[in-house]
């Protein structure tokens, strides 16, 4: 029995890294997808790597942007869970930071998850539907030098889904946050290149170890919340 077949899953972050892992997952147990991303070209590659027989709708949608209603693509297709993937990090310190990259990180890590959610919200209670936010191991734990707009920001999803979680369990809808370590994606790979460190991806997380583990998550009973997932890399580099 496919784990996810008659559900309608809105992942964001689709086009690369732990997004595109969750969306081919998501895919092999036969849920309908709807990814959103702003590169319609990595979209259309997620959507023609998944099996024929999958409902998929691409949505581009700048989650940095202002945005106050659905796109037309996201609008009453009974969707049952939403997981947010899509993130910006950029490291500056605060004495060279640009204000853009600050409202930057805060849009696609904290402000458009909010909307996103506030707007689906609707269509989850009605499907007593589940919510992921990706958050991050180490922004939680320590805010580097360089890191605090990321941190801060990833602080701040933490905050909001603590909080949505406490207005809708009552509704029906669970709310998991999971904070992965380093994982061998793009935004790992530029992290790395910034840092001076080889880029040595087989001793990280792998994007596939987190949709596994967000995957099983989505499926516990329903007797049952996971609140929050901390995921580390085995290996130490
Ligand atoms: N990789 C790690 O080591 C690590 C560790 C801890 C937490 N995380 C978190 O995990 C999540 C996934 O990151 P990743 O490692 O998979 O990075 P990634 O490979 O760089 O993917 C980031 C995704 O975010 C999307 N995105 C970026 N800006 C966007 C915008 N303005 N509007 C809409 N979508 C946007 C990108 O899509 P488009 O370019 O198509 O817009 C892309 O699909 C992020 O929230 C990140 O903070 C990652």
């Known amino acids: 029995m496919k784990r996810f077949r008659g559900q309608t899953?809105?992942?964001?972050?689709?086009?690369?890294?732990?997004?595109?892992?969750?969306?081919?997952?998501?895919?092999?147990?036969?849920?309908?997808?709807?990814l959103i991303g702003r590169d319609?070209?990595?979209?259309?590659?997620?959507?023609a790597a998944c099996r024929p027989d999958t409902s998929v709708v691409s949505c581009k949608l700048d989650l940095a942007r202002s945005f106050e209603e659905l796109p037309p693509s996201l609008r009453d297709r009974g969707v049952d869970i939403l997981v947010h993937c899509a993130g910006r990090l950029v490291i500056d310190e605060m004495i060279s930071a640009r204000l853009d990259?600050?409202?930057?990180?805060?849009?696609?890590?904290?402000?458009g998850p909010w909307m996103l959610s506030r707007l689906l919200l609707p269509q989850l209670i009605e499907a007593r539907g589940q919510?992921?936010?990706?958050?991050?191991?180490?922004?939680?734990?320590?805010?580097?030098?360089?890191?605090?707009?990321?941190?801060a920001s990833k602080v701040a999803l933490r905050a909001i889904a603590d909080s949505l979680r406490e207005e809708v369990n009552a509704l029906g809808v669970r709310v998991t946050s999971v904070y992965p370590g380093r994982t061998a994606t793009s935004m790992q790979e530029n992290l790395h290149a910034q840092?001076?460190?080889?880029?040595?991806?087989?001793?990280?997380?792998q994007?596939?170890?987190?949709?596994?583990?967000?995957?099983?998550?989505?499926t516990l009973p329903e007797t049952a919340e996971v609140r929050d997932v901390s995921v580390r890399p085995f290996m130490k580099t």
């Open 9 to 34: 899953v809105v992942v964001t972050g689709a086009s690369s890294g732990i997004g595109r892992a969750v969306a081919l997952a998501l895919q092999e147990e036969e849920a309908s997808l709807i």
């Open 195 to 205: 840092e001076g460190r080889d880029y040595r991806p087989e001793r990280l997380l």
């Open 207 to 218: 994007p596939e170890d987190l949709a596994s583990i967000i995957l099983h998550v989505l």
């Open 131 to 151: 919510i992921v936010f990706v958050n991050s191991s180490i922004a939680q734990h320590s805010a580097r030098a360089g890191h605090g707009a990321y941190a």
């Open 101 to 111: 990259d600050f409202d930057l990180q805060m849009g696609v890590n904290v402000r």
């Open 40 to 47: 319609e070209n990595r979209l259309s590659e997620v959507a």
